[in-house]
């Protein structure tokens, strides 16, 4: 149980510490793309550290192997001096002579040991190729065997071992081995030079180039930031001064301090946030005199135009005593004073959403109920058409909160607009829902749209080819008004067309108002595009 318990309390310590590791990284990683002080401090870590570590290298190398070489040049010229002192030592004994040979190898080592240069202390070993004469001589310290197959070879070799200094354990060293000539035999001088002191030396060298280059890469990062911030700190000034300016604050200036590279940047701001307040002043202005202007026009156009229908609607009802160009002057009266009357209405309306007086009227009622009543009221343009005006819906009830005069009139647009492209093909209106919220789309297989003209079909006014006769003399307002109000239900209203293949309109709305659309139960594009 024990056991288990250590086990369950390890494996929830590693979990923590991956998660603190991801949200450490997921810090890291945010601060790396907002904080552009936070990169170059960063950067500037990176590429001085590798920098400090290249030299660092390369200055313990070379430091390192000059005390070697100066360490090794001495060694071997303390064993070529001891040569000649070596070859006395032997000179007066003969070969056999065990004890002659003992005493003067005790002789040598005691002279050359006191007899140290530059090199340092070292110790001494004599041993002969002649396994007899070496067992006499003693075990002593070990020496490597190629060493040994170097000096019997006749010259001065070199090699780094470790040794073992009196009264120490093994530590690193270097070995200088001579052979040596006499009456008694052939003899291989060892020095043997511990390298303490040289290890100590680099060690301090490599501490010291770690601290050194520890301390210059912080101080390098801390200039970095504290010069980087100096330039960061009045862009982050500027950026926050115009996400202010463009949520609406006009006034909202920079302070100008000296007359450096960020001065003149904030005298620039400043200088075209005073001109684009003058502007947004002076269009401001302009719409309101605008929509002053159509609202005003549009009212006093109400009273004339009432007396003219009045005259107009007096001549239609007596059109078939007068001769047939005059008949026919008196329907072409009525129909245009109609088309006009509807203008009127709709720079009413669209005076209305440009003041944002536009008003949400909404209530609960049936969207399927909706859509049939807009196709009942288009079946006649479409017989005017001699186009098949097809509905695809579902029996059941659709429950929505929406203003049902504004949705309904967005239908009739929609399926006019379609009827007036279908080129006598059939329209089809089609409705979809989910939980969130309903769809219609109304298709038509006429003569589609160019490439980018769907993002124009909502202008003002705007006509995809002005030469097409259209049966329902519209103003050219219909779905910029209709996309106006789709907008004020929270909703979408989007258009697809391909020249030759027809168009689909998509009108999308929240079941319960308030809510946002994130996605519409039917796609923009037909299916049958698609496979």
């Known amino acids: 149980m024990t056991q288990r318990r250590a086990t369950l309390v390890a494996r929830r310590a590693w979990s923590a510490a991956g998660r603190a590791a991801v949200a450490l990284g997921r810090r890291l990683r945010r601060s790396w793309r907002r904080s552009l002080q936070f990169r170059v401090a960063i950067s500037t870590v ?7 570590v290249l030299i660092g290298l390369f200055l313990i190398d070379q430091i390192g192997n ?20 070596a070859r006395a030592h032997f000179a007066g004994v003969g070969p056999s002579d065990y004890t002659g040979i003992r005493q003067a190898v005790d002789q040598l080592t005691t002279d050359l040991t006191s007899s140290a240069n530059d090199a340092g202390l070292f110790t001494v070993v004599v041993r002969s ?45 270097l070995i200088v081995g001579e052979p040596v000539s006499t009456r008694a035999g052939s003899f291989e001088v060892y020095y043997l030079f511990p390298l303490t002191a040289e290890a100590d030396t680099i060690n301090l060298v490599r501490r010291t180039a770690l601290v050194a280059g520890t301390a210059l890469v912080l101080l390098v990062a801390a200039i970095a930031a504290l010069v980087t911030r100096q ?16 949520a609406g604050e006009l006034s909202q200036r920079v302070k100008v301090s000296g007359e450096d590279d960020i001065a003149l940047l ?26 002053r202007f159509t609202s005003d026009v549009s009212h006093e156009l109400r009273t004339p135009l009432t007396t003219v229908r009045m005259a107009a609607e007096l001549l239609y009802t007596s059109r078939d005593e007068f001769d047939a160009a005059l008949a026919r002057s008196a329907e072409l009266l009525i129909n245009e004073l109609d088309r006009f009357e509807n203008l009127l209405a709709d720079l009413l309306e669209i005076s209305r ?6 008003r949400l009227e909404s209530e609960r009622v049936d969207f399927t109920g909706i859509v049939e009543r807009a196709v009942a009221a288009s079946s006649s343009l479409a017989e005017r058409h001699r186009t098949k005006l097809r509905l ?11 203003d049902a005069r504004r949705v309904e009139r967005i239908l009739r647009n929609l399926i006019a607009n379609g009827l007036d492209h279908a080129e006598g093909k059939p329209v089809i209106v089609t409705i979809g829902w989910d939980e969130e919220a309903v769809a219609v789309t109304v298709r038509d297989h006429g ?12 202008n003002r006014f705007w006509r995809g080819d002005p030469s097409r006769s259209r049966l329902t003399g519209g103003t050219g307002l219909g779905l910029a008004i209709s996309l106006e109000d789709a907008r004020l239900h929270g909703g979408w209203l989007q258009a697809w067309g391909e020249r030759g293949k027809g168009a689909n309109f998509r009108l999308t709305l929240p079941r319960t108002a308030g809510h946002p659309v994130t996605s519409s139960p039917l796609p923009l594009t037909p299916v049958e595009v698609n496979a």
């Open 447 to 458: 003569v589609g749209l160019r490439p980018g003209e769907a993002g124009l079909v909502f």
């Open 66 to 85: 000059g005390i070697l070489k100066a360490k090794r040049d001495a060694a071997v010229s303390q064993a070529s001096s001891g040569l000649d002192a």
């Open 231 to 246: 330039v960061v700190r009045p862009v982050r000034t500027v950026a926050q001064i115009a996400e202010r300016f463009a």
């Open 46 to 52: 990176v590429v001085t550290g590798a920098v400090v």
């Open 129 to 173: 190729p002649d396994a007899s004469v070496d067992k006499q001589l003693g075990s002593g310290p070990a020496i490597p065997a190629d060493l040994r197959s170097t000096v019997r070879t006749g010259v001065i070799a070199v090699a780094y071992a470790p040794v073992t200094p009196p009264n120490q354990r093994h530590v690193p060293g």
């Open 353 to 358: 959403y440009d003041a944002g007086a536009a």
């Open 266 to 291: 904030a005298v620039a701001f400043n200088d075209m946030a005073t001109s684009l307040q003058q502007q947004i002043q002076r269009l401001e202005q302009l719409s309101r005199y605008q929509q």
């Open 392 to 402: 695809e819906t579902t029996s059941q009830p659709l429950p929505v909160d929406v």
